[in-house]
């Protein structure tokens, strides 16, 4: 896929360009183009913090993992636009559904990136309340949670047919591109395509599904495949923040204008390894990575800055806010400890369940006999 192919309103130098209207259906250019006038530059150099701050998140955790203090991570290097761009884009009131590399959509969400950690350091099962930024755990079975996702857009449905008031409008589910290929991923579309429900599949072409690259999984664009199932569809430069916002804008006003489920792919890419566990030098090449370094989405938005006259003291106050997060991760980080290990028992089902509590009280009968762990 080339840059002509996707909606792009900021060229890889940061220039702002008018939408194509060849790429830009269903939508027209007009209203691409509104959408993404809604940015002031205010908002700009927010979403340039919030992509900063999450690189730098992220590389202190991939740090952290290199030197024995995670079990696992995975990076998102590269993909900061795609995310920061779309979550700025839904109302505070939708779910969200996160596969396991949305640290930007937290960032945004509100979520103190620090209990990402957790969960890879094996510490906690979860790490936070998915209710109180409305963003779900992270789902490690790669395309499951599209399913989560439906249900609980199809949920909204039953909620609206009884009368039950509810402030969101829709459900938004991330996934990448090997999710694709997954039969949880398709089923979904199935029930969102025949309930009509109120659902984004947001997918992060990110080009490399662990080793397997995105032309090897599809002969055709990612977004294509929503045709099959009767669900619209925008293919967007990831990389370019104002046209992920844009493009969410569009899609979630037609979801809450009852036109029933969209979808959009993220044109993107994974500029660091799968996860730590995932060595990239064996499957693609250094010309390949400069490509894309070229079209790195931090440097555009920062462009775009520079050219609207932001003063260097913004970007160097950000660059040290990264700083800081990321020591305050790693003191974090060395100082969590895991909890009481009958949190397994916690928050497994959302109402009391009788083999859970089986199981709880097996577990203290066997502690009060004295026996170790």
Known sequence: MTETETLQLLTPAGERIAPNPAVAHPATPEQIAAYAAEL????LRAAYRNMVRTRAFDREATSLQRQGELGLWVPSLGQEAAQVGSALAIPAADMIYPSYREHGVAEVRGLDLREIIPVFRGTRHGGWDPKAHNFHLYTFVIGAHTLHAVGHAMGLQQDRRRGIVDTADAVVVYFGDGATSQGDANEALVFASSAE??????????????????????????????????????????????????????ALDHIAAGHGPFYIEAETYRMGAHTT??????????EEEAHWLARDPIARLRALLEADGVEPEFFAGVEAEGRELGASVRAFTRANTAGDFTEVFDHVYASPNAQVERERAAWDAYLSRGESR
Request: contains cysteine; charged residues 20%; proline residues 7%.
């Open 197 to 250: 429900a109120p659902v984004l599949f947001f997918l992060q072409n990110n080009h490399w599904a662990i080793s397997v690259p995105t032309e090897r999984q599809s002969r055709f664009p990612l977004a294509n495949r929503a045709d099959g199932f009767g669900i619209p569809h925008l293919r967007v430069d990831g990389n370019d923040v104002v046209a992920c916002y844009a493009a969410t804008r569009y």
């Open 40 to 43: 002031t530059l205010s908002d």
């Open 277 to 286: 566990s995932d060595d990239p030098t064996r499957y693609r090449t250094r």
